[in-house]
């Protein structure tokens, strides 16, 4: 330390008070990001638990005599119950077809040279100069002309038109990195290349599959444009868009209930991604993405 | 079993050939090396040989069974990749059982069977391990117990060692060696190390620019390159190599390398006159003190090897190896070097190509 004096170096904080600055900083970033994402968060999970009274007194915690579960009996009801139903069956066969169509192209891109291979990967990415809305009109006028307009398989064939671009991307860079060996001793031991494909390959993508899956089911599950437009029928439409038209409605629903329906909608994704955070990281750390 | 035969096999990738008119025998039970530089195609020749890789020109068979348009899966060969390749996802047990899945067999005959090849190659206590928990070794001698659990026509290496340290590779060989001999069928053993080679094989087949430059017994592409190129690819130090002219003297033809050696050799009449490249090994070079008779040098530097010592010299006909005693030490100093003329080899100095 003396030394470091004599040189002229006191003026500087040392090395112990640099370090309790950055954690100081570090704390204090932190509790802002907390606050601005998490305020919101909680107050829709506080007034979720209210009583319809409890919601109009407003204080930053619910009296304790105005805590109930009794909102989330919204469930039960019809309307609420089928956007539920609709948007699991829709978010299910978006993640199935993207992890489907993402590891035979991710394969095909990876495994295989044609003409314009890169070109054609890049053209995918051009899906998402795009706003929904502005594919999602000229994509109503098709489904019309096709029926697919109120039914499932054209919500799932959208959304996961949307969610391809980075899912093949991922899934490509990733089954590079996998050895052509492996696949090469499996042919060689007798195994035909699909067989190969399936016993080799696909079990080694678990990293990416699994981040595929987790980007597929947010799309699918927090999309409220493509349902909007595409499934004009009250009876066909999914969550967040369901959500929207009875706030529009006459129907008497409370604040309560509202935020009991949103905690719903927001709460499998917040579980998902909790456990399988890791993969996601890991399906992200591919270099050359 | 049966032999393998390459009838003048050809590989081109658009205006490249990789593999020129190649053709090769070997028989059954035969341990063949096919060695040389990198990019002279011998992965290319090996991966043709497996399926892996089709032919642009010319045969190969099996016995009496063609094969040359035949895919991958029914071509029955074994095959070590120079990464391992083994089934990360899969246990020990299930690595070494895949090819037997693969064919149907029941699953307590597969366990029988793991079992059995796994005691053979001493990983038994490792079959419920993931081939990440494995040390190096270990997870090579798994992967040639997946490779021979269905009794290959053909056994294929690709530079399986090249990525192990030397202690590893002087364990491994003698296992290569004993379990190709316990299955007993062709083997083809791909390998830039000539010191491999050499140790290994019944027969070296030395390759370069896509073409077989030499196949013989090690012993033999040791003693007689048959080019200038298997001289300096094979045996190490590497073969030294100047160049004479001849002229007729009074005892016969003789070989003048600079202005000071003359060399009285036989067999060479009708050269008279010619220009020739001779080529000799640095053990049979020898160093003496400085006299009018053999190459004057001047020594530049000495690599001791404990067993004996390699030692730079600069001379006339440019710099030289020799291979000297253990406890030899130059000093800088001029002496002068002697050749063993019976150990000479010949080559055209325009092609390479040995004359005598």
Same mark, same amino acid.
């Given at each position: 330390?003396?030394?470091?004096?004599?040189?002229?170096?006191?003026?500087?904080?040392?090395?112990?008070?640099?370090?309790?600055?950055?954690? /100081?900083?570090?704390?204090?970033?932190?509790?802002?990001? /907390?606050?601005?994402?998490? @305020?919101?968060?909680?107050?829709?999970?506080?007034?979720?638990?209210?009583?319809?009274?409890?919601?109009?007194?407003?204080?930053?915690?619910?009296?304790?005599?105005?805590?109930?579960?009794?909102?989330?009996?919204?469930?039960?009801?019809?309307?609420?119950?089928?956007?539920?139903?609709?948007?699991?069956?829709?978010?299910?066969?978006?993640?199935?077809?993207?992890?489907?169509?993402?590891?035979?192209?991710?394969? *095909?891109?990876?495994?295989?040279?044609?003409?314009?291979?890169?070109?054609?990967?890049?053209?995918?990415?051009?899906?998402?100069?795009?706003?929904?809305?502005?594919?999602?009109?000229?994509?109503?006028?098709?489904?019309?002309?096709?029926?697919?307009?109120?039914?499932?398989?054209?919500?799932?064939?959208?959304?996961?038109?949307?969610?391809?671009?980075?899912?093949?991307?991922?899934?490509?860079?990733?089954?590079?990195?996998?050895?052509?060996?492996?696949?090469?001793?499996?042919?060689?031991? *007798?195994?035909?290349?699909?067989?190969?494909?399936?016993?080799?390959?696909?079990?080694?993508?678990?990293?990416?599959?699994?981040?595929?899956?987790?980007?597929?089911?947010?799309?699918?599950?927090?999309? @409220?444009?493509?349902?909007?437009?595409?499934?004009?029928?009250?009876?066909?439409?999914?969550?967040?868009? *369901?959500?929207?038209?009875?706030?529009?409605?006459?129907?008497?629903?409370?604040?309560?209930? @509202?935020?009991?329906?949103?905690?719903?909608?927001?709460?499998?994704?917040? /579980?998902?991604?909790?456990?399988?955070?890791?993969?996601?990281?890991?399906?992200?750390?591919?270099?050359?993405? | 079993?049966? $032999?393998?035969?390459?009838?003048?096999?050809?590989?081109?990738?658009? %205006? !490249?050939?990789?593999?020129?008119? !190649? %053709? !090769?025998?070997?028989?059954?039970?035969?341990?063949? $090396?096919?060695?040389?530089?990198?990019?002279?195609?011998?992965?290319?020749?090996?991966?043709? &040989?497996?399926?892996?890789?089709?032919?642009?020109?010319?045969?190969?068979?099996?016995?009496?069974?063609?094969?040359?348009?035949?895919?991958?899966?029914?071509?029955? &060969?074994?095959?070590?990749?120079?990464?391992?390749?083994?089934?990360?996802?899969?246990?020990?047990?299930?690595?070494?059982?895949?090819?037997?899945?693969?064919?149907?067999?029941?699953?307590?005959?597969?366990?029988?069977?793991?079992?059995?090849?796994? %005691?053979?190659?001493?990983?038994?206590?490792?079959?419920?391990?993931?081939?990440?928990?494995? %040390?190096?070794?270990?997870?090579?001698?798994?992967?040639?117990?997946?490779?021979?659990?269905?009794?290959?026509?053909?056994?294929?290496? +690709?530079?399986?060692?090249?990525?192990?340290?030397?202690?590893?590779?002087?364990?491994?060989?003698? !296992?290569?060696?004993?379990?190709?001999?316990?299955?007993?069928?062709?083997?083809?053993?791909?390998?830039?190390?000539?010191?491999?080679?050499?140790?290994?094989?019944?027969?070296?087949?030395?390759?370069?620019?896509?073409?077989?430059?030499?196949?013989?017994?090690?012993?033999? &592409?040791?003693?007689?390159?048959?080019?200038?190129?298997?001289?300096?690819?094979? =045996?190490?130090?590497?073969?030294?190599?100047?160049?004479?002219?001849?002229?007729?003297?009074?005892?016969?033809?003789?070989?003048?390398?600079?202005?000071?050696?003359?060399?009285?050799?036989?067999?060479?009449?009708?050269?008279? =006159?010619? +220009?020739?490249?001779?080529?000799?090994?640095?053990?049979?070079?020898?160093?003496?003190?400085?006299?009018?008779?053999?190459?004057?040098?001047?020594?530049?530097?000495?690599?001791?090897?404990?067993?004996?010592?390699?030692?730079?010299?600069?001379?006339?006909?440019?710099?030289?190896?020799?291979?000297?005693?253990?406890?030899?030490?130059?000093?800088?100093?001029?002496?002068?070097?002697?050749?063993?003329?019976?150990?000479?080899?010949?080559?055209?100095? $325009?092609?390479?190509?040995?004359?005598?």
């Amino acid at each position: 330390m003396s030394d470091a004096d004599s040189l002229g170096r006191s003026v500087r904080l040392s090395f112990r008070h640099r370090n309790r600055l950055y954690r /100081v900083g570090l704390s204090a970033s932190a509790v802002v990001l /907390v606050v601005l994402l998490g @305020f919101p968060l909680y107050w829709m999970a506080a007034n979720a638990v209210r009583t319809r009274l409890g919601v109009q007194d407003g204080g930053l915690l619910p009296a304790p005599d105005a805590v109930t579960l009794e909102q989330f009996a919204v469930i039960t009801d019809p309307t609420v119950g089928q956007y539920l139903i609709n948007s699991t069956i829709v978010t299910v066969g978006v993640v199935l077809t993207v992890l489907a169509i993402s590891l035979v192209s991710g394969y *095909g891109l990876a495994r295989f040279e044609f003409p314009h291979k890169i070109a054609v990967a890049r053209f995918l990415l051009l899906g998402y100069m795009f706003s929904p809305i502005v594919l999602s009109i000229p994509l109503y006028l098709i489904w019309d002309r096709l029926g697919l307009l109120n039914s499932y398989l054209g919500l799932i064939l959208a959304l996961s038109a949307i969610s391809m671009p980075f899912s093949v991307w991922l899934m490509w860079k990733y089954i590079q990195t996998i050895p052509e060996s492996a696949e090469a001793s499996a042919w060689v031991a *007798g195994a035909s290349r699909w067989r190969a494909f399936v016993d080799i390959v696909i079990p080694q993508t678990k990293p990416a599959m699994i981040a595929n899956a987790i980007f597929a089911f947010a799309i699918a599950w927090g999309d @409220f444009t493509f349902a909007y437009v595409l499934m004009p029928n009250n009876d066909a439409t999914t969550f967040p868009a *369901g959500l929207f038209r009875l706030l529009g409605s006459q129907w008497d629903a409370s604040w309560a209930e @509202f935020m009991a329906m949103s905690l719903m909608l927001t709460l499998p994704p917040l /579980v998902f991604a909790f456990f399988l955070q890791s993969y996601l990281l890991q399906g992200f750390k591919i270099r050359a993405l | 079993m049966v $032999s393998i035969t390459l009838d003048g096999v050809t590989k081109e990738y658009g %205006s !490249l050939t990789a593999v020129d008119d !190649l %053709s !090769l025998t070997i028989e059954d039970g035969e341990f063949v $090396s096919l060695v040389g530089p990198s990019g002279c195609g011998k992965t290319t020749t090996l991966r043709m &040989v497996a399926g892996l890789e089709t032919v642009t020109n010319g045969q190969i068979r099996f016995g009496d069974r063609t094969v040359t348009s035949a895919p991958v899966q029914q071509r029955g &060969v074994a095959l070590l990749f120079q990464d391992i390749a083994l089934y990360p996802h899969m246990t020990v047990e299930e690595n070494i059982a895949y090819p037997l899945k693969l064919a149907g067999v029941n699953g307590s005959d597969r366990h029988e069977r793991v079992v059995e090849t796994a %005691s053979l190659l001493q990983v038994e206590d490792q079959l419920e391990k993931y081939p990440g928990d494995l %040390s190096g070794g270990q997870q090579q001698r798994v992967a040639l117990g997946r490779s021979i659990i269905r009794e290959p026509s053909l056994f294929l290496f +690709d530079e399986p060692m090249s990525d192990l340290d030397a202690k590893l590779k002087h364990e491994l060989r003698p !296992l290569f060696a004993e379990i190709t001999d316990q299955v007993g069928c062709p083997t083809l053993y791909v390998t830039h190390d000539q010191e491999e080679a050499m140790t290994m094989s019944d027969r070296i087949a030395v390759m370069n620019d896509g073409q077989l430059a030499q196949i013989d017994t090690p012993d033999e &592409v040791y003693r007689r390159p048959d080019t200038q190129f298997v001289g300096e690819f094979v =045996g190490r130090p590497a073969m030294e190599f100047f160049d004479v002219r001849i002229e007729n003297g009074a005892n016969g033809p003789e070989l003048l390398a600079g202005e000071n050696l003359t060399l009285a050799h036989n067999g060479l009449n009708g050269y008279d =006159g010619d +220009d020739l490249r001779v080529g000799i090994r640095p053990q049979h070079l020898r160093v003496t003190e400085r006299h009018s008779g053999g190459i004057p040098a001047t020594h530049v530097f000495d690599e001791t090897l404990g067993d004996r010592t390699h030692s730079l010299f600069e001379t006339p006909v440019g710099r030289v190896t020799v291979e000297t005693p253990p406890d030899f030490r130059g000093g800088q100093t001029d002496y002068s070097i002697e050749i063993d003329v019976e150990k000479l080899s010949l080559y055209d100095p $325009s092609s390479g190509v040995r004359i005598g």
